[in-house]
């Protein structure tokens, strides 16, 4: 069993200067919070969900909460109530409840023993698998003219929270492991809401062992009597946490993404995914095995179809699996088109001196050889010396002159299914064709 670990007071020293202490006790608080917060994010990306019922006790009652044992013989309203703001901290009639957010907060009092000291509190259970990773936190606060007290020994009440993790027995008196956020105490401003971390030895991750079945969150009161006299006193407890951050088993950190490719390309599928044990994959398509002959790598993390064609498309997705279970992937389609065009060379058009002769040339595919036809400004072309391999891929242009500048040199492909468009500008033999030679407009 692993050993408990102790919670410690919190021993935060403030200026006796109330202004001061004031602000260095909000600046302390935005700090812990901070923190907190950053270190959370700082484990994942990802959002976490809050495994507490009622974590800030909105419903005005302590439903999903139960008494901490063995304080369990008598009614739960017998160390706790919910108040929210319209009431008044016991015994005034002036004084209003104060809450950390919303409208209502839990308050937690001791259990009257006269003899010895007392730790009631509240608790909720939650299922927990052995290694999987947990954060829990929550705001406390003691409140004029019921804030906690010390006994006639001077020893002062506590307040602080607990987890513990448990076997199957969820037998509490031995707990496989037990941390504890710090507590406080006679020593904490009244009136202050002070945030409580539960930590492993200053680790916010807390690991649930070996044989774990269930992990408990404990909101707990530690009022010690002595000499028939208690001291009385209470905690106010809001807006509660318990997150379970542990890595998903198996994790898909990266999705396949959609493809789109032309009839007689390659397509690829890839996922990236991570787990606790050995990973293996199946990729499929609509639902349905692949069995494609141009399909490669289908128990990969990359799938690979060749000489794609219009039959291919569709949604496709990988399970990945390992000891814990599968986990299958978004679906990713692949879009085919046929025909196609491939590219148009030179992509970007091009400028030449008058005289020159020039060449467009489309590459494209599909399930039939490809027809052409070329045009210029929506008007077609025609083989006439000037103009030559109007319906090839290639249209030649020879000796050009400034009427066969355009911006619209088009190819149709496969009568218009698909087409590109070029552009040709034509200029002077003696103009100089480097743009701002002399880089008199002081840009590159």
Known sequence: MKSSHHYQQCKVE???????????????????????????????????????????????????????PPWTWNPITSYCAVQNTNGFVYPSTTVHVAVHGGTSAVKIWGYNQNTYTTTPGLQQTIPAAPGSQWTADGWVSTQVPDNMRGNSAGVS?????????????????????????????????TGTWIHLQ????????????????????????????????????SSYWDDVQLFNTSKPDPEITIQPAPVHKIYGQTATFTVTADGLSTLSYKWQ???????????????????TLSNVTTAMMGNYTVTVTDTAGPLTSNPAYLTVDDPGVISITPPLGQTVAAGANVTITVAA?????????WYKNGNPLSNNGHYSGVTSATLGISSVTSADFSTAYTVQVDGGLVSAV???????????????????????
Do not use: C
Request: proline share 6%; charged share 10%.
């Open 14 to 68: 403030f200026s006796q200067n109330p202004t001061r202490r004031n602000g260095l006790t909000s600046l302390l608080i935005t700090l812990m919070a901070s923190l907190a917060i950053l270190a959370l994010s700082a484990t994942s990306a990802r959002a976490f969900t809050n495994y507490l019922a009622n974590p800030g006790f909105e419903s005005g009652t302590t439903a999903g909460w139960s008494m901490v």
């Open 285 to 303: 398509k609509d639902g349905a095995d692949i069995t494609d002959p141009n399909a490669h790598g289908v128990t990969t993390s990359s799938l």
């Open 198 to 233: 539960v930590t492993d030895s200053g680790n916010m991750t807390l690991t649930a062992p070996a044989g774990t079945a269930v992990v408990r969150y404990e909101m707990i009161f530690s009022q010690p009597s002595t000499a028939g006299v208690n001291p009385g006193g």
């Open 157 to 189: 009440e506590l307040a602080y929270l607990r987890v513990l993790f448990l076997d199957s027995t969820t037998n509490y008196n031995l707990p496989l492991a037990n941390y504890t956020s710090q507590s406080i105490d006679t020593n904490t401003p």
């Open 422 to 444: 070029n552009g040709l500008k034509v200029v002077s033999p003696s103009t100089n064709l480097l743009s701002n030679p002399g880089f008199e407009d002081s840009v590159i």
């Open 365 to 373: 595919a599909g399930s039939t050889t490809p027809t052409y036809a």
